[in-house]
């Protein structure tokens, strides 16, 4: 199995940007899909972007397109999502998935791996 770990959440001022990363361990992450998620207090888990394994297909929900961009790097086992033009409803933990067969790439249930969560706080 594959041991994810988020990075670079913090907070930030509406209209900033941050990077966060997804360092895989255990396993290479290239045998892997791509989902990042995010859930903000009292709501569900939501979907935000999705890469295949390697990286030619993107996917992302719509209040994040054209914001937010991601991307891994299987030689170093790392996933990305660059988040440009913050808003405060990007206030949320930002987590990264993996999964093996994943054909409905906004569903948590097709992710099999999960990592810690990384915070991401956006002030007004």
């Known amino acids: 199995q594959v041991q994810l770990v988020e990075s670079g959440g913090g907070l930030v001022q509406a209209g900033g940007s941050l990077r966060l990363s997804c360092a895989a361990s255990g396993r290479t992450l290239s045998r892997y899909t791509v989902g990042w998620f995010r859930q903000a207090p009292g709501k569900e888990r939501e979907f935000v972007a999705f890469i295949t394994r390697s990286g030619g297909s993107t996917y992302y929900a719509d209040a994040v397109k054209g914001r937010f961009t991601v991307s891994r790097d299987n030689a170093k086992n790392t996933a990305m999502l660059q988040m440009n033009s913050l808003k405060p409803e990007d206030t949320a933990v930002y987590y990264c998935?993996?999964?093996?067969?994943?054909?409905?790439?906004?569903?948590?249930?097709?992710?099999?791996?999960w990592g810690q969560g990384t915070q991401v706080t956006v002030s007004s």
């Open positions: 998935a993996a999964g093996t067969d994943v054909r409905y790439q906004s569903a948590t249930y097709e992710y099999d791996f």
